[in-house]
């Protein structure tokens, strides 16, 4: 089942730049996906309303701070699974994934207010599909979540680390 928003060579491109960057990060590769997918449906032009840049829709000032062009593909994955990490590394516990989550949609300072994820129902839509996603990932190894075929080669392993 192709992804019509992917051209030719572009889920092979997608797959080696999430792979490589999960693993720098120790993430959880099917965590991205489910994040890129919420995020940008995979498309890496993508600009939300509130001024979010490309496939991990990542802020024009949260970019500055990690030094990288949201407008370049590569750079925009690459800080935008850094910045998960970030996000991942501040929390602990059962819900340490949703809370990660949360701070990367409605950032770590109404986490912080909250106690947890914000009442905002954007926020807790977001953190819910996206659990429901990755966990749905992991228990089938789906590989048509952007086009790769049950027949085609998939990459991608789930990473055996302890940080998610």
Same mark, same amino acid.
């Given at each position: +089942?192709?992804?019509? #928003?992917?051209?030719?060579? =572009?889920?092979?491109?997608?797959? /080696? !730049? $999430? ?16 994040? +890129?997918? @919420? ?6 032009? /993508? ?11 990542? +802020? ?11 407008? !370049?593909?590569?750079?925009? $994955? ?11 590394? %501040?929390?602990?516990?059962?819900? @340490? &994934? ?13 986490? !912080? #207010? ?13 953190? !819910?599909?996206?659990?429901? %996603?990755?966990? @749905? ?6 590989? =048509?979540?952007?086009?790769?075929? =049950? ?6 392993? /789930?990473? =055996?680390?302890?940080? &998610?």
């Amino acid at each position: +089942m192709a992804n019509p #928003k992917l051209k030719d060579g =572009e889920i092979e491109w997608l797959y /080696t !730049r $999430i792979d490589k960057y999960s693993r720098q990060h120790n993430i959880d590769p099917y965590l991205i996906v489910a994040v +890129m997918e @919420k995020e940008s449906s995979f498309n890496h032009e /993508t600009i939300s309303s509130s001024g979010a840049l490309g496939l991990m829709q990542i +802020m024009p000032s949260t970019a500055k701070e990690l030094g990288v062009n949201p407008k !370049r593909a590569e750079e925009n $994955i690459e800080g935008g699974i850094r910045y998960l990490r970030q996000q991942l590394d %501040k929390y602990d516990g059962e819900y @340490k &994934v949703h809370y990660a989550l949360a701070s990367y949609n409605a950032g770590a300072g109404a986490v !912080r #207010k909250y106690g947890g994820i914000p009442l905002y129902a954007e926020t807790q839509n977001y953190v !819910r599909k996206i659990v429901e %996603k990755y966990n @749905k990932l992991k228990q089938s190894g789906n590989r =048509e979540v952007i086009g790769i075929s =049950e027949n085609e080669d998939f990459k991608l392993t /789930t990473l =055996e680390a302890e940080n &998610v």
